[in-house]
């Protein structure tokens, strides 16, 4: 059973950067893709970004493209979401996921198994 830990989040001001950690056990890490998504008080949890099992293939949503980056390192079983330019629309709680199967992104339907989340506050 996959199991994942998010951290790095805060509070930071409208403007500045934070960057998200997820560490995954439980499965051969490098083999899935993993992704990122968000969900603010009130509102459904939304894709964010995500990343395939070849660290070349990226994918954003457009809220957040130019702003975040996607990126892993295989060898520490870690996915991380560099953030810049925050919002204060970015405020939400953050939450890691992995694809059902291996070698294998067919969106972000295709990624579950979510981490407890860490919260990031972005003050206008």
């Known amino acids: 059973q996959v199991q994942l830990v998010e951290s790095g989040g805060g509070l930071v001001q409208a403007g500045g950067s934070l960057r998200l950690s997820c560490v995954a056990s439980g499965r051969i890490f490098s083999n899935y893709a993993m992704g990122w998504f968000r969900q603010a008080p009130g509102k459904e949890r939304d894709f964010v970004a995500a990343?395939?099992?070849?660290?070349?293939?990226?994918y954003y949503s457009d809220s957040v493209k130019g702003r975040f980056t996607i990126s892993r390192d295989n060898a520490k079983n870690t996915v991380y979401l560099q953030m810049n330019s925050l919002k204060p629309e970015d405020t939400a709680v953050y939450y890691c996921?992995?694809?059902?199967?291996?070698?294998?992104?067919?969106?972000?339907?295709?990624?579950?198994?979510w981490g407890q989340g860490t919260q990031v506050t972005v003050s206008s």
């Open positions: 990343i395939s099992w070849r660290p070349s293939n990226t």
């Open positions: 996921a992995v694809g059902r199967s291996a070698y294998s992104y067919t969106g972000p339907a295709g990624l579950d198994s």
